[in-house]
């Protein structure tokens, strides 16, 4: 099946420009002081150059009057240039010219491939339809990502066109059986498949997989009803997540029993009869559980919002139904077992080991954190008691124990200079850092959109990322990574293909390419686009730059992460590139990302007070450190169980065999949680909790919900054996080991084969093919590394 790429998308850009006019205009801006943690010395061939680009990386993110300047450059040019340098995106009619085009181009490859009869024909089959896929690719992530994210409304629609169009034509080629039946026959066929790269046999074998899972195998009526199922199971999914409603929209108590409550809070709920209605959904019930002193209303409250409507109920278990049919037809005996056929668990009992390891490998800390709260309450702990005690503790704590130096960390943490840190670590382990460019009219949706360039220690381009990092209205909040295009190799054939069309035409739609030193083939670059809602500084080249939380920071690092992936992840085919991997491998690089954020050794690299410039000093790195481990003592291993049981939940709701007619989620959640949960909620209340209907991801993780938690453990594990828990943090060894065991591989290597490499070459007791194997003993020692408790945010 050939599919968009939507999860996670990515970008990449054109070559790199010469930088003289920048360095002008860096040397005539005031310059920042080097800190005195961290002397920026690199390699003296290109020093200058560096020096220069990691001044300037700083200002265009702290200061606005620079950053205006800097980007109006380009302005005197009156060309205008596509959105993302996409020759066809400078006006909303060019979405439709995009997409046309596009369509023509993969119809000739259908034509192509239905045609084939010779071997030579059949031997370029998985790299025709990798070339396929990435046509599709390339219209539907891009203007799947343009239509959310640009102000003009005629922008909107005409991406939200081009995307139902390319989005349509991809169904149809899903059914089309003459594609898979000619795939087939070229895999099984040794006098083509000796001629195949590993890349080419794993793209064929991931296709030939995805054409199964959309049954086009089946006979018409039964490939029929399975369309009909999959539309049922993504509308019925679409309201579940839309629809979540507590069965009681408020809890009335008197307004006398929420002593403790922020009385600004009360005030806004009273009424005149000195009732407050307390809302079950929404912010103003979490801070009654943590601040309410009255433990039978914190009890009301707490079950209240942990209870759903019937309505909401229903439509989970209708969606679970379906999903249990369509697995059924589709020849699996769960819909567990089919979605996880090609992940690294492999199977639903696989998961289950991973589970309840970690569960036991957890429940020491468990007891521990709530043996404190109940020395603190003096009596046993309850489920509506544990955000009001753990709030108590973390302002003992806080009280105790937090200093002014540290409530001043954020002054530390200017957003230039956490890209400049971000820049540094890359150059110390992997060769490549961060280059602000400057963009040309209308290569942007938004003036505020910085560029950079991704370049290696040759000073080749090798990537392109578009930050749209400050708050604006109207912009979706949530922290995010889109990959608008993957890496891949661009064929002789495919360049002349497009001289061939006219002088204007670009084999990689004017996007960023370079040639490859090596192999000295075209290839198009990663395209990344990084979407954050930080504050915008103010445009006074007086005022403080954006300043960042230490949980800002984090998330940062994160996204990064992903975006690192896909930069260094640069497969000769694009069905493999990047984070193009089985999910529960895809979450591991922006997981281990979050680790180098705040150690010391990479804090020492960029952490400088926004207007002294002073480093961040020894003894609020300590503060720091401490803070984070308090509270994960206080209340992480807590935390890591609630996502533990939600992945259980996940996994019971999925492993239901077909034939069962009358599902009852609230029973399976309760019958969960009474057996692996801590706390678990009294199972005796009229009606029942049925916290499940709030649980969204239910519907886009089925069955895959513990891919998170499991790319954790194995994140902290690679922490601690190659990176020495933060010791060789900025090591360029570690680094190599780490990037040419896990990240250049993209989705082209099994994530057990990566895993064990990296963790083998550091510590043999793993290289003994346990974990290369992969598997139910695998899972499970995966599980016994636990998550540890430092706070690391999800």
């Not at 090609?342 to 589970?355: C, G, I, Q, R, T």
């Not at 999910?583 to 002294?612: C, G, I, Q």
Request: net charge neutral.
């Amino acid at each position: 099946m050939l599919t968009a790429w939507r999860q996670r998308p990515w970008t990449c850009r054109k070559c790199l420009q010469q930088l003289q006019s920048r360095r002008s205009l860096a040397t005539a801006a005031s310059p920042v002081s080097n800190s005195t943690a961290f002397e920026y010395n690199p390699a003296s061939h290109v020093g200058q150059k560096k020096s220069v680009d990691d001044n300037t990386l700083r200002k265009v993110f702290d200061s606005q009057p620079f950053w205006k300047e800097f980007s109006h450059r380009s302005a005197a040019s009156p060309k205008r240039i596509g959105l993302v340098q996409n020759q066809y995106l400078t006006s909303p009619d060019g979405f439709r010219e995009f997409a046309s085009s596009t369509l023509q181009k993969c119809q000739a490859i259908v034509s192509k491939v239905l045609a084939a009869s010779t071997l030579e024909e059949y031997r370029n089959m998985a790299r025709d339809l990798d070339r396929l896929s990435d046509l599709l690719c390339r219209v539907i992530d891009l203007s799947d990502f343009i239509r959310v994210i640009h102000p003009d409304p005629r922008i909107q629609e005409a991406a939200t066109q081009a995307y139902a169009l390319m989005f349509e034509y991809m169904n149809v080629l899903n059914t089309t059986t003459g594609l898979n039946d000619q795939l087939k026959t070229a895999a099984a066929n040794p006098e083509i498949t000796s001629h195949w790269s590993e890349e080419e046999k794993i793209v064929a074998q991931i296709l030939i997989k995805d054409f199964s899972n959309s049954a086009i195998h089946m006979p018409p009526s039964e490939r029929q009803r399975f369309v009909n199922l999959s539309n049922e199971i993504s509308q019925l999914g679409m309201n579940f997540v839309n629809s979540a409603e507590p069965a009681k929209s408020q809890v009335v108590v008197g307004a006398n029993s929420l002593r403790g409550l922020d009385p600004i809070v009360v005030q806004q709920i009273k009424r005149w009869n000195r009732t407050a209605p307390v809302p079950t959904m929404g912010m103003i019930p979490r801070l009654a559980l943590r601040s309410v002193h009255d433990e039978g209303v914190r009890k009301e409250i707490y079950l209240a919002t942990r209870t759903s409507s019937t309505r909401q109920i229903h439509r989970l278990e209708q969606l679970l139904a379906k999903r249990a049919e369509l697995a059924k037809l589709s020849g699996h005996e769960t819909f567990g077992h089919m979605t996880l056929s090609d992940k690294m668990a492999k199977s639903p009992e696989a998961v289950s080991n991973f589970l309840t390891s970690l569960v036991g490998s957890n429940r020491e800390f468990v007891h521990e954190e709530l043996s404190k709260l109940q020395q603190l309450k003096g009596s046993s702990v309850q489920p509506w008691d544990h955000a009001y005690y753990v709030h108590r503790r973390v302002m003992e704590y806080s009280q105790s124990r937090r200093s002014r130096e540290l409530s001043a960390v954020p002054e530390f943490f200017s957003l230039g200079t956490v890209m400049q840190g971000l820049s540094r670590l890359f150059d110390r382990l992997y060769g490549v850092r961060l280059v602000p460019q400057e963009t040309a009219v209308g290569e942007t949706w938004n003036p505020d959109v910085r560029r950079l360039d991704v370049v290696d220690e040759a000073e080749r381009h090798i990537a392109v990322i578009y930050c749209d990092l400050f708050s604006r209205p109207n912009k979706h909040p949530n922290p995010a990574h889109f990959t608008l295009r993957c890496s891949r190799e661009i064929s002789a054939e495919e360049v002349a293909e497009c001289a061939s069309m006219d002088q204007s035409s670009h084999p990689n739609d004017g996007m960023a390419t370079a040639v490859d030193p090596q192999s000295k083939t075209l290839r198009q670059l990663p395209t990344i686009a990084l979407v954050c809602d930080f504050p915008e500084p103010p445009a006074s080249g007086a005022g403080r730059p954006s300043l960042l939380s230490e949980h800002s920071v984090r998330t940062l690092f994160h996204e990064m992460g992903h975006a690192l992936h896909s930069i260094l992840g640069q497969t000769r085919l694009q069905s493999i590139s990047g984070t193009r991997c089985a999910t529960d491998f895809a979450e591991l690089p922006s997981v281990l990302m979050e680790r180098f954020a705040t150690t010391p050794e990479v804090l020492s690299l960029y952490a400088r007070h926004w207007k002294t410039d002073q480093p961040l000093s020894e003894s609020m790195m300590r503060s720091m450190e401490l803070d984070r481990t308090a509270h994960g003592s206080i209340y992480g291993a807590v935390e890591n169980e609630a996502q533990i049981l939600m992945a259980l939940v996940d996994q019971a709701y999925h492993s239901l065999p077909p034939q069962v007619s009358d599902i009852d989620s609230t029973a399976i959640y309760h019958q969960v949680f009474s057996q692996h949960c801590t706390l678990p909620d009294p199972v005796d209340t009229k009606p029942p909790t049925s916290w499940q209907g709030f649980f969204g991801h239910l519907y886009g993780y089925g069955a895959t919900y513990y891919s998170y938690i499991f790319d954790r453990a194995i994140a902290n594990k690679i922490w601690e054996d190659v990176f020495q828990a933060g010791q060789a943090s900025v090591d360029r060894e570690a680094g190599e080991r780490y990037k040419n065991e896990v990240l250049r591989w993209g989705g082209g290597r099994n994530g057990w084969d990566c895993v064990a490499g990296v963790l083998g070459s550091s510590n043999p007791s793993n290289a003994d093919g346990r974990l290369a194997e992969g598997g139910d003993e695998a899972m499970r020692e995966v599980g016994r590394w636990g998550l540890g408790r430092d706070g690391v945010s999800g």
